[in-house]
């Protein structure tokens, strides 16, 4: 049973348009979030993430959103830039307090020049 | 800070073999998580140690061992490998107290024949 969802394997934007990433888990009990970001040939790069008692989070051109009721989060880039074209994982922390963590299947962004 | 080192970078094994894989976290990082990663499947959680004890572990064979050293450095092993267990296996070094980010290395990209 997958426990954290990216439904869009893929997603192409034009540069300077916004990427908007989607992340849906199942598990309540999940209080914090994290985007992570992967270029071929790499280990998945932090970039930024998301406790449960917020709804969103800001760095620089990336923003996550978090949306409880709806077991949602999202990734907004903006502006998009060549540069970001990777994949994106969120994953979800499994248990407070512990470093055991769930990750979705990942979604592969191509930012467009 | 130097970042996440694993070796070797690429392995090929035969069916039925064992393989250890070695990772050197953050210098000051005390924990050390371990991920497989496959198409399709996204990042599967293997175990996590932390000041050399297991503290976390996924929902992987006992053929999945690993061990932490007083130095925090980590060894994952593998027993009687099997053709699915081609894979790309990260690892990932974390303070292990009070900060979620995980910061992951390179991987080692296995094949099994």
């Known amino acids: 049973d997958q426990q954290v969802k990216q439904n869009s394997p893929s997603l192409s934007v034009q540069e300077g348009r916004i990427s908007i990433l989607n992340c849906d888990y199942t598990?309540?009990?999940?209080?914090?979030f994290l985007w992570y970001k992967k270029y071929p040939a790499e280990g998945p790069t932090f970039l930024i993430s998301?406790?449960?008692?917020?709804d969103k989070n800001e760095d620089g051109r990336f923003t996550v959103f978090l949306n409880k009721s709806a077991k949602h989060l999202s990734l907004h880039i903006v502006p998009s830039q060549p540069g970001d074209s990777a994949v994106y994982f969120c994953?979800?922390?499994?248990?407070?307090?512990?470093?055991?963590?769930?990750f979705g299947t990942g979604t592969r962004l191509k930012v467009l020049a | 800070k130097a970042g996440v080192t694993q070796t070797p970078r690429y392995l090929i094994k035969t069916r039925g073999q064992q393989v250890t894989l070695s990772c050197s976290p953050i210098?000051?990082?005390?924990?050390v998580s371990w991920y497989q990663q496959t198409p399709g499947q996204g990042l599967q959680f293997l175990f996590e140690?932390?000041?050399?004890?297991?503290?976390n572990k996924g929902n992987f064979p006992g053929r999945f061992s690993g061990r932490q050293f007083s130095n925090s450095r980590s060894e994952m092993n593998v027993s009687t490998l099997e053709l699915g267990d081609s894979a790309l296996y990260l690892c990932?070094?974390?303070?292990?107290?009070?900060?979620?980010?995980?910061?992951f290395g390179p991987g080692t990209r296995l094949t099994v024949t």
């Open positions: 990932a070094s974390s303070l292990g107290t009070d900060a979620y980010e995980q910061y």
């Open positions: 598990n309540s009990m999940f209080d914090y």
């Open positions: 998301i406790s449960s008692i917020k």
């Open positions: 994953a979800a922390l499994s248990e407070q307090g512990t470093y055991k963590y769930i």
């Open positions: 210098s000051g990082h005390r924990s």
């Open positions: 140690y932390f000041s050399e004890t297991q503290r």
